[in-house]
Nanobody
């Protein structure tokens, strides 16, 4: 059974950092792209970043470029999102998701992890 479990969220002050993890199981992890998406209160879910199956191609939303870094460890079936210089507008529930390719739609979601940026 496919499963994605996010962790690493929490409360952080503006300018701080967090690293989110997405642990995957139940499918051939190294054959799929993995994306991070987020949903803030009252807003639609938006794409944040995506990494291809081999880990050699990534993309980022303009709002996080230069601050967030996505990476993956196929030996550990885990994708990471390093978030630096966090801003209050980064507050959201962050979800990881399985995609056949970063340009295609989501196949499955995790349960999400809350990130709150506030002083």
């Amino acid at each position: 059974q496919l499963q994605l479990v996010e962790s690493g969220g929490g409360l952080v002050q503006p300018g701080g950092s967090l690293r989110l993890s997405c642990a995957a199981s139940g499918f051939t992890f190294s054959s799929y792209a993995i994306g991070w998406l987020r949903q803030a209160p009252g807003k639609e879910r938006e794409g944040v970043s995506c990494i291809n199956k081999d880990g050699d191609s990534t993309n980022y939303a303009d709002s996080v470029k230069g601050r967030f870094t996505i990476s993956r460890d196929n030996a550990k079936n885990t994708v990471y999102l390093q978030m630096n210089n966090l801003k209050p507008e980064d507050t959201a529930i962050y979800y990881c998701a399985v995609k056949v390719h970063c340009r295609l739609s989501v196949r499955a979601w995790g349960q999400g992890t809350q990130v709150t940026v506030s002083s």
